[in-house]
């Protein structure tokens, strides 16, 4: 089994900066991709940053200001965010395309971790 565990939401002033993490753990073969989802009250989760080993994509909505990266020794992806708005509050959810490998079989799907919330003050 695979696990994400993210880390690093919590309040700040428009303007201000976080850091999430998600950590990836488990019968780990090998990453394909790991994003960022995102999902504010009474809308629809969307993707924020995704990061593959060729390309990185991101909403037209965070270009500029969100940067992804990836730590592969850690399996670890990050996603800093500066100059926030208000308008970027909601959950964020980190996600994996990971290949698993038990029992002699391999797996490709996708995971979620839990979720962190960034609320962001005007």
């Known amino acids: 089994q695979v696990q994400l565990v993210e880390s690093g939401g919590g309040l700040v002033q428009a303007g201000g900066s976080l850091r999430l993490s998600c950590a990836a753990s488990?019968?780990?073969?090998?990453?394909?991709?790991m994003g960022w989802y995102r999902q504010a009250p009474g809308k629809q989760r969307e993707l924020v940053a995704s990061?593959?080993?060729?390309?990185?994509v991101y909403a037209d909505s965070v270009k500029g200001r969100f940067t992804i990266s990836r730590d592969n020794a850690l399996n670890t992806v990050y996603l800093q965010m500066n100059s926030l708005k208000p308008e970027d509050t909601a959950v964020y959810y980190c996600?994996?395309?990971?290949?698993?490998?038990?029992?002699?079989?391999?797996?490709?799907?996708?995971?979620w971790g839990q979720g962190t919330q960034v609320t962001v003050s005007s």
């Open positions: 996600n994996g395309r990971i290949t698993s490998y038990s029992g002699g079989h391999y797996d490709t799907q996708n995971y």
């Open positions: 488990g019968s780990i073969f090998s990453i394909n991709a």
């Open positions: 990061i593959t080993s060729v390309r990185t």
